[in-house]
């Protein structure tokens, strides 16, 4: 059984970590080796490249840049690189370089952020370039070796054999030559038909730790002397601590110190963290809660519906002239939609461990984006990039949580005022669930108009809401208007809208309320597909059409995008009759590059009541690298939809989050999980991302199926909230 | 102080007793393979066995748990291999991030002791933990394996 040894490597490397330079890996120090200069592992064998190492057993370590949060892409770019590799996939165990050695090696590792479903799609061609330039390197030394030309030697499954000579030998032979030879300049890649590993549904490289416990998440880490944190932050975002009376739990067994940490957050550390929890709990605490104490989700729907209405709006795909082409409609259909704040809660709540010293910062944690954790630490601690590090741990979870540093942030402030002593600070889950980065709000207006022969000429969306990027990634604003609201709508890219109208106008006004928001697995397209799949099917409905039928006609021009909704209709049996009593639903949309489409068979029961038998779901992601890790992103997907569609709102009182845990923000269980059957459609070309894109589609599937059992439109999520409920 | 017999062994631990046994776990015997995930017994994520009934021990107190059999995940193989459960999770596949499954295979393996066949309602009804990655599906699947194994 292969086994991700990262966690081996940080539980070793934590003994070590404070006095040595860094974890597991050579920190890019060429070290003089008898000739050309040869960069080693932690364990003195020889890097090929910087994705390769080979031992002289013939393990294979593959470095991973990109995180692992249960996605499966660390088995999927080990996959990418093997092929290339022509290795002994039974052979193949995985490490992550540390952004501190990404750094100090000029990015060698190219970019670290595991997010928006690029974990393959956006590293493919590098790492399966570094795949073959390490082949090459191998055939190479194997060629000296025996004086003939590397072109009359091939490679397979770690053994390069010289057929005119009978000659072999193993990987783990040549790969201290191979690692002094100057890379090839000229790199070529297989031709997909010749693929054997890519596109094969092998097992996960992970798995092995996670059935018996020995897995090591951040919240895991153990480090000699180390103590606890337990924190609260203020409640009310832009607030702050106003005051605390510390000499209530003087005292109380196990706490060591309370801190504060940037004027909004006071931490209680202790020996354990459930010491430092329950005074923490116990401790008095005062906050200044701001400016923003009074805000509700009552009072932010009202601006939003305001922006539906009125005011500046940018657009994001028009042609024609919509607005006229409404005015002179023989029919219109108008409907309003909303779309909540959602927390990503993932199983494992934040948390970082941090152990900072006078001249130099180590952090440990799960994070979507090492290299901005990096960051974080290298701005908390104030200390220069040679004198910090980050060790990822495999994630309890991120759906885009964890690509932001507020908690790696929190654990080096207050590690920085227990200096030698390394501090894991975790929050609880309620401190999760109030201090999320939220799925932004929004709320849609659509309206379509149709001509005397119901045609639809004119579709005029306007979204009012929230901009995830205003908050995180300010820099990526065009004008200050983000463009990335406009995600499976778009006139081009990678989430382009599926439907030909000949007057279209989709437009944002922004509404940015003071809840941070985040970017939540699936991010834009989740709403915007909600939006348009259902209003899609109220327009077919209006002019008493096929749903399916309806959304053809307007799809002639985007094959791709039909594609895939034909998939699903073909297979769920769309035209035929479904089983009694049950109701079918579908939605499709582009994201992240892949099209996908869902269909829904439901039952409803007293009309609040829905069982969902049955989910259709297809995918074009161009390329499959693993169908089995696919498959169940699509299953997971779902989950993570549905969980979304039936339970998923946030709301605001007095300022802050009103949900604290899973009894208030409840998650999907197996009991409520449909049968999933998926369709692959790789058409090839191209490379889509899997691991949102079918989210979208999930909830307008459900909704559209709603409405074909019980006539009844729903516009508003979470059902929860309208007192609909899993049967 | 408390004694707590974890897996067969005698923890002797500097520990309150009204502490959650999750904590006892976790921070005094330094097993961390039982997860905290949310401290009000709703996730199933620390899930282990009392006595052979499955149990989230963010839900018992230490004092409840002394004189106790606690059987943690870090428990469960013998030594004969793993246990048939965390066999049929390695056959299907079955963990994404892995983190809610440590508590998912305590329940199962509670389960599958009282009910060595269970149907796909029984199994509804006696799993309810939390995975937020939506591993239900291979769940079921390695639930029927272990039940055939």
């Not at chain 1, 416990?213 to 000699?224: E, F, Q, R, S, T």
């Not at chain 1, 035929?576 to 869902?598: F, I, M, N």
């Not at chain 1, 079918?694 to 007192?723: C, E, H, M, Y």
């Not at chain 2, 500097?14 to 005094?28: G, K, S």
Request: hydrophobic share 40%; aromatic share 6%; proline share 5%.
């Amino acid at each position: 059984m292969n086994q991700h040894v990262t966690p081996r490597l940080n539980r070793r490397s934590f003994v070590i970590g404070t006095a040595a330079l860094g974890g597991g890996l050579a920190v890019g120090l060429d070290i003089p080796f008898g000739g050309p200069q040869v960069v080693r592992a932690a364990d003195g064998s020889p890097e090929v490249n910087a994705w390769v190492v080979i031992r002289p057993d013939d393990t294979v370590v593959i470095r991973i840049a990109r995180s692992e949060m249960g996605q499966g892409s660390l088995t999927g770019l080990a996959q990418l690189v093997a092929e290339e590799l022509a290795c002994d996939w039974s052979k193949v165990t995985t490490e992550y370089p540390t952004p501190g050695q990404n750094v100090a090696r000029k990015r060698v590792w190219g970019d670290f952020s595991t997010g928006g479903s690029r974990g393959i799609r956006s590293s493919q061609d590098y790492v399966r370039k570094g795949g073959a330039a390490a082949r090459m390197m191998l055939i190479q030394a194997a060629a000296d070796e025996w004086k003939v030309p590397a072109a009359e030697c091939t490679a397979a499954n770690s053994v390069i054999t010289h057929k005119a000579s009978g000659k072999t030998t193993t990987y783990g032979k040549v790969a201290e030559a191979a690692a002094k030879l100057s890379p090839p300049a000229d790199v070529k890649l297989k031709d997909p038909k010749d693929w054997t590993l890519i596109g094969k549904g092998v097992k996960r490289l992970d798995t092995a730790d996670k059935v018996t416990g020995a897995m090591v998440y951040g919240a895991d880490i153990k480090l000699p002397n180390m103590l606890n944190a337990a924190i609260k932050d203020c409640p009310v975002t832009g607030g702050k601590l106003k005051s605390f009376d510390e000499a209530k739990i003087a005292g109380m067994k196990g706490v060591k110190k309370v801190v504060t940490v940037d004027g909004t957050a006071v931490a209680v550390v202790a020996d354990t963290w459930w010491h430092a929890k329950t005074a923490l709990d116990a401790l008095p605490i005062v906050w200044d809660e701001g400016p923003n104490a009074k805000v509700s989700s009552e009072s932010i729907g009202k601006w939003l519906a305001e922006g539906l209405e009125s005011g500046p709006a940018f657009v994001g795909n028009e042609n024609g002239d919509a607005k006229a082409a409404l005015a002179g409609a023989v029919k219109k259909v108008e409907a309003v939609y909303n779309y909540p704040y959602q927390n990503h809660a993932t199983m494992e709540p934040m948390n970082a461990t941090a152990l900072y010293t006078a001249d130099r910062c180590e952090v440990w944690c799960g994070t979507q984006n090492g290299e901005a954790a990096f960051a974080a630490v290298l701005e908390a601690s104030g200390l220069p990039a040679d004198k910090c590090e980050v060790h990822k741990l495999i994630l309890g979870g991120g759906f885009g949580r964890r690509g932001q540093t507020d908690y790696v942030r929190q654990a080096v402030k207050i590690a920085k005022e227990m200096p030698g002593t390394p501090i894991k600070l975790l929050w609880s889950r309620e401190e999760d669930m109030t201090h999320g980065r939220y799925h932004p709000i929004t709320q849609c207006k659509l309206t379509g108009g149709f001509d005397a022969d119901n045609n639809l000429t004119a579709l005029h969306m306007r979204i009012s809401g929230q901009s995830i990027l205003f908050s995180l990634r300010p820099d990526a604003l065009v004008n200050g208007k983000d463009p990335a609201t406009f995600q499976g709508l778009a006139p081009s890219g990678e989430a382009t809208i599926g439907y030909s109208v000949p007057n279209l106008l989709i437009e944002h006004a922004m509404r940015n309320p003071h809840i941070n928001p985040g970017f939540w697995r699936g991010v834009n397209v989740n709403q915007n597909a909600i939006y348009l799949e259902c209003f899609m099917d109220e327009l077919a409905n209006a002019i008493g059409q096929d749903p399916l039928e309806f959304r053809r006609k307007l799809m002639s021009k985007n094959p791709k995008h039909l594609a895939v909704l034909n998939a699903v209709a073909e297979k769920i049996g769309w035209g035929t009759p479904a089983p009694e009593g049950v109701y079918r639903g579908l939605a499709q949309l582009h994201g992240y590059g892949s099209y996908v489409a869902g269909a829904a068979e439901i039952s409803v029961i007293d009309g609040t009541k829905i069982k969902v038998h049955r989910i259709v779901a297809s995918t074009d992601p161009g390329y499959v690298v693993n169908p089995a890790q696919v498959e169940r992103q699509i299953a997971g997907s779902f989950v993570y939809g549905l969980s979304a569609l039936f339970y998923g709102g946030c709301t605001v009182k007095d300022g802050r989050i009103e949900q604290t845990n899973f009894d208030s923000y409840n998650s999907m269980r197996i009991a409520e999980m449909p049968k999933v059957e998926s369709i692959m459609i790789p058409s090839g070309g191209f490379w889509g991302g899997v691991g949102e894109p079918t989210i979208g589609v999930a909830a307008p599937a459900v909704l559209n199926a709603f409405f074909a059992a019980t006539g009844k439109r729903i516009r508003s999520v979470p059902l929860r909230d309208q007192n609909i409920t899993f049967a | 102080m408390a004694n707590l017999t974890i897996n067969g062994k005698v923890f002797n631990l500097d520990v309150e007793p009204d502490t959650p046994l999750l904590w006892a776990i976790r921070e005094n015997a330094g097993l961390t393979g039982t997860k905290y995930g949310c401290g009000i017994a709703q996730c199933g994520a620390c899930t282990v066995h009392l006595d052979g009934a499955a149990v989230r021990s963010c839900g018992v107190t230490v004092s409840e748990a002394q004189g106790k059999q606690i059987t943690t995940i870090e428990g469960l193989a013998s030594d004969n291999g793993l246990h048939k459960v965390q066999q049929a999770w390695l056959e299907n596949d079955v963990p994404q991030c892995g983190y809610c499954q440590s508590g998912m295979i305590m329940a199962v393996a509670a389960l599958l002791k009282d009910n060595p066949k269970p149907s796909d309602q029984d199994i509804n009804d006696a799993i309810t933990n939390i995975c937020r990655c939506g591993t239900f599906a291979q769940v079921r699947e390695a639930i029927h394996i272990a039940a055939n194994a």
